[in-house]
């Protein structure tokens, strides 16, 4: 019913411009996606700290520093993301058996500030223990850490 031009046989010009588009799009977006990555870990030191911008916690518990020596109290490192001075009210165990010292504690905005956890002498862990941490944070009123043994 139709005639079929013999010039245009075997080409198949709509497929390869969609082809050459989808490439393009993915590229740009690749390259937009890796802009974006390298310019949240550079303005937040590190890509724990953006993702958690990016969620909008105001403070996180970035670490946990096991001490060279055993005697010594294990430090946890609080980050404060926002550009408001979050205060560290209190923290508990569920087991009882984790003392902390250096609270209350005051972090600063964009600053970070340490707690100290050590093991209370009459009790032998052998299992990691649940810290719950108690901020003034909108966000996080409550944080998590795990403390080893």
Do not use: H, W
Not at 9 to 37: E, N, Y
Not at 59 to 75: F, K, R, W, Y
């Amino acid at each position: 019913m139709f005639a079929q031009d013999s010039t245009l046989d075997g080409l198949d010009i709509p497929r390869t411009c969609f082809r050459s588009f989808a490439i393009r799009a993915i590229i740009g977006g690749a390259v937009i996606f890796t802009v974006i990555f390298l310019s949240a870990v550079f303005i937040f030191g590190s890509i724990y700290r953006a993702l958690a911008a990016l969620r909008g916690d105001e403070v996180i518990i970035e670490s946990v520093i096991l001490p060279s020596d055993a005697s010594q109290p294990l430090s946890i490192v609080a980050v404060n993301l926002s550009s408001n001075e979050v205060i560290i009210v209190g923290a508990e165990s569920g087991c009882g058996c984790i003392e902390f010292g250096g609270l209350p504690a005051k972090v600063p905005p964009r600053g970070s500030c340490v707690i100290y956890a050590r093991n209370e002498p009459e009790f032998k862990r052998t299992v990691a223990s649940k810290a719950v941490i108690y901020t003034t944070s909108r966000t996080n009123p409550r944080m998590v850490a795990i403390v080893p043994p």
